[in-house]
């Protein structure tokens, strides 16, 4: 499993769009990369997945360059509500499956 | 669909005695992990279960925690005596299976203060 490297913290105001970048320099030829957000008293939640290149969803983007070592998340406008820690993952199953500590992401008004 | 139950939500205990968390995964789910989330950290793995049986426990401390899912359904996770360092989030979660493309849906955890 590849380790993730991941700032611990981000601040952001409402209406902005929050990139947060994730590192995996030993990222293995199978892992994909997938995000979960966790709010306060909750389980973590899965977001975004993907190998290469970029994709979309309803909530986020995630971009991921040629060499893989590393990925963004992309959080366009973000509102109150997007406070919350975000996790970076690079596996290819779920065995013996870590999460990191995270970005502390903090949306202010 | 009905995500993954846990019970109980809270529990306070003193240190030595025992506890039990509970958790029902997604109906049709065949890997289910219990995790340990202490303040600030992210969840650590304790045990991945593959149906009835165990894929992964080498982070559980065999000594005071156990863990169980019988008819590969519902499981159950004991801590016996429990310790200071025990107060934590014990987060359940489950997967389709144990591939890349099933995300893990987690509940929202027992959150257990030792005291």
């Known amino acids: 499993l590849a380790k993730t490297t991941q700032p611990i913290s981000m601040d952001s105001y409402e209406g902005q769009e929050v990139n947060i970048t994730c590192s995996h320099n030993n990222i293995a030829t199978n892992d994909y990369i997938t995000w979960y957000q966790q709010f306060p008293s909750q389980g973590p939640r899965f977001i975004i997945q993907?190998?290469?290149t970029k994709v979309t969803n309803e909530v986020a983007s995630l971009f991921i360059p040629a060499d893989r070592k590393s990925s963004t998340l992309s959080l366009p406008r973000v509102s109150l509500s997007d406070t919350a820690v975000y996790y970076c993952?690079?596996?290819?199953?779920?065995?013996?499956?870590?999460f990191g500590t995270g970005t502390r992401l903090q949306v202010f008004p | 669909e009905a995500g993954v139950a846990q019970s109980p939500r809270y529990k306070i205990i003193e240190k030595r005695q025992s506890v039990a968390f509970w958790c029902n995964p997604i109906?049709?789910?065949?890997?289910l992990y219990w995790y340990q989330q202490i303040l600030g950290q992210g969840p650590k793995l304790l045990i991945q279960f593959q149906n009835n049986g165990v894929v992964d426990d080498s982070q559980l401390p065999k000594d005071r925690f156990s863990a169980e899912r019988l008819k590969g359904v519902d499981s159950t996770l004991k801590i016996q005596p429990a310790k200071l360092e025990d107060s934590a989030v014990y987060l359940c979660?489950?997967?389709?299976?144990?591939?890349?493309?099933?995300?893990?849906?987690f509940g929202n955890g027992t959150r257990l203060t030792v005291t």
């Open positions: 979660a489950s997967s389709l299976d144990r591939l890349v493309d099933s995300p893990l849906h």
């Open positions: 993907g190998y290469k």
């Open positions: 109906s049709g789910h065949a890997t």
């Open positions: 993952l690079a596996f290819y199953n779920t065995d013996k499956l870590i």
